[in-house]
């Protein structure tokens, strides 16, 4: 399903191959990537097709996130498109 | 037990890796001990002849400039001492002639699988921009130049970076005029003229080995990404990947040249993701070993082909497969030379050697 409300596609990450141990390889391009333990459960997330918002909630229940969490997820959200893991789409 | 009897050239892993070695490799995967390598060569300090496991025999051969008749004449020499089924070059330079003798060969029951003169032609680097603007595909700018002034004139045109590239091989990179006459003259004397004067194209390296049908079909086909670049632009390393538009730009330029065996399509991805289309290879590339790691051994394919035998459909390769090349000292003895420059043939235990029989008087 087209999820054109979410910043993101879910479908581009869908193809990205996530390691427990945070190692993230993309078959596309046969670049690889490592994340930490956030990072991982962000990507997660967004494969899931969880908004951004949806996203901060759920990293603040499984860690200790403090108010800056939804600038973290949109600052991680513009690291995926400068890699190129995402497209560039605007926010609604 | 029947063996097959399969004849590899192209066996120095060097600077510039040749593909022999990655093929034979990917024979005896498959066909294990029945499957019979036969080396040729044209320096007896190929590499390949001196490496452990990898050859069963092998044997000099007269360069392809000496013409078809000596190259009929050697290989068939060849075929009356050890017997040969199937022959797979593995050297541009070689191809013209052996599609002026397959037909010979295959009288004496030795098989090929060749691309058509057309195809072949189609495919140089001087008519590639014909083919790719005829597909729609993007290919950076190519002037042909001849000297000098030419050369100058297209730096003017494409601007700097310039890529000055041989007819046949290597092409270097300049950054302003006085370089890139510098690589003219080089590139010119090596490998004559004209040489190719193309605009630079920024953007990640890519290949995608293929075997094709003759009738437009692809039987398998394998994309990677180069992780490793010599100077020489060659691929030391590499990664499989799975890349829908690269290996649909790959199979359309097949398919248009129904092309017959093996070859290899680089690209260039730009920033903006646009595939060029660099190169179309017409024999497989050094790399080929990476393909068969992967899943997909099109080696085996093409013995298959040059058979008349049906090639077996090849499953899904898997990305994220790579490779890094590991360079090792291959060593030989004084009579190893001498069996390759007295006998042209790698040494067999019934051949007198120098040494032995200054050893014993």
Known sequence: ?92 | MSVLRVAVSGMHLGENCQPGPGVVRSLREALGDRVHVVGLAYDVFDSGLHADGLLDDAFMVPYPSAGPAAYLERLSQIRELVGLDVLIPCLDVELPVIQRIAGALAERGIHTVMPSTEALARRTKDQLPALAAALGIATPRTITVTDAAGLAAAGAELGYPLVVKGPFYEAEVTHGAAEAQAAFGKLAARWGLPLLAQQFVKGEEFDVIALGDGQGGVHGAVAMRKTVITKLGKAWGAMTIHDDELLAVATKVISALRWRGGCEVEMLRAPDGTPYLIEVNPRFPAWVYLATAAGTNLPQGLVELALGRPVPKYPPYRAGVFYVRHAVEACGELADLESLMAYGRTRRPTLASLPELIANG
Not at chain 1, 27 to 47: E, F, Q
């Open chain 1, 1 to 92: 399903m087209p999820t054109p409300d979410l910043p993101y596609d879910p479908a581009e990450l869908r193809t990205l191959a996530l390691s427990d141990t945070g190692f993230i390889f993309d078959p596309r391009t046969g670049h690889s990537y490592s994340a930490n333990a956030t990072g991982l459960a962000t990507l997660a997330a967004m494969k899931d097709g969880l908004d951004p918002a949806a996203i901060a909630t759920k990293l603040r229940a499984e860690f200790k996130g403090g108010a800056a969490v939804e600038d973290d997820v949109a600052g991680f959200v513009d690291l995926l498109r400068e890699l190129g893991l995402v497209r560039a789409r605007s926010a609604p």
